[in-house]
């Protein structure tokens, strides 16, 4: 009786077995890069063309980040700074703030050329994922949400994973990174430095009531109390979070009264 499977056969279990470990390894590859903070270029600190120092402009001047990034509140991507904002204030003429320095030779070659300073990209997203820097700012999410804490960075550095995952957390619970808009650029803010009745001033003035913001501090559907003022809401918020403001306290208050409903399905990043 002849052999009823060919020849070439006989190889095919050590194939599939070769196979199989080719394929292991690549999964345990992959897995191994896409989920550490190496993928998510955590860390990321690449030199610059010109020795541009957060930690003097952002923090020791206390420089508005929207001075140099002027298009966050009004457009999707943050541009970076053209040679002329460079050129405002260290240009010849114009203040002479260190014109002169070796360091600022090439601001002075971009701006005599016309030709723009080739700044290197620290923070990006894949080409798939959607994010829009605007719809942030304006619903209370700081630069340091999502940038960290830049003023105290000589070097620029990829500080958050910008993940799926991590801006998932975000847009589950947003109470946890919302602030008042006065404080987006404020990067060293902490929510204890508010003044608790000016706080809720503001919010009885944009619009919400007294008795919404009492049922966001108590967390009752029906108050038991009604609140006659703004100094009864003040006393009711310290009985319930105490002395000094409290992030959980903003937070919710802003979610409830802005109305920050953040999508968590996949075609909010995925367009």
């Known amino acids: 009786m002849g052999n009823f499977f060919p020849r070439w056969t006989n190889w095919l279990p050590l194939k599939l077995a070769v196979a199989l470990v080719f394929i292991a390894g690549g999964v345990s590859v992959g897995v191994a890069y896409y989920f550490t903070p190496k993928y998510t270029r955590v860390g990321y600190e690449p030199s610059q063309p010109i020795p541009f120092s957060h930690k003097i402009h952002a923090g020791q001047l206390g420089l508005d980040c929207r001075y140099c990034h002027s298009h ?54 894949p080409d798939y994922a ?20 830049i003023n105290e960075m000589t070097v620029v550095r990829h500080e958050k994973p910008l993940s799926m995952g991590w801006c998932l957390d975000c847009h589950r619970t947003p109470e946890k990174n ?12 902490q929510p204890s430095d508010l003044n608790r009745k000016d706080f809720y001033a503001s919010l009885l003035a944009g619009g919400a009531s007294k008795e919404g913001i009492a049922q966001v501090i108590t967390g009752e ?10 100094d009864d809401l003040v006393s009711m918020a310290e009985k319930e979070f105490g002395k ?20 968590e399905s996949c075609a909010a990043c995925h367009r």
């Open 72 to 125: 966050v509140e009004s457009s999707g991507p943050a541009n970076v700074p053209t040679n002329e904002t460079c050129f405002n204030c260290h240009g010849a003429g114009k203040g002479n703030i260190r014109s002169d320095s070796p360091k600022l030779a090439k601001v002075m070659q971009a701006q005599a050329s016309g030709h723009p300073i080739e700044w290197e990209r620290v923070h990006k997203l």
């Open 221 to 230: 559907e029906e108050l038991a109390y009604q609140p006659s003022g703004l």
């Open 130 to 149: 959607y994010f829009n820097h605007s719809v942030h700012v304006n619903r209370g999410v700081s630069c340091a949400s999502c940038h960290g804490k």
């Open 244 to 263: 000094d403001v409290t992030q959980k306290e903003v937070g919710t208050q802003l979610k409830k009264h802005w109305q920050v409903q953040p999508p």
């Open 178 to 189: 919302l602030r008042p808009l006065d404080q987006i650029t404020n990067l060293d803010y």
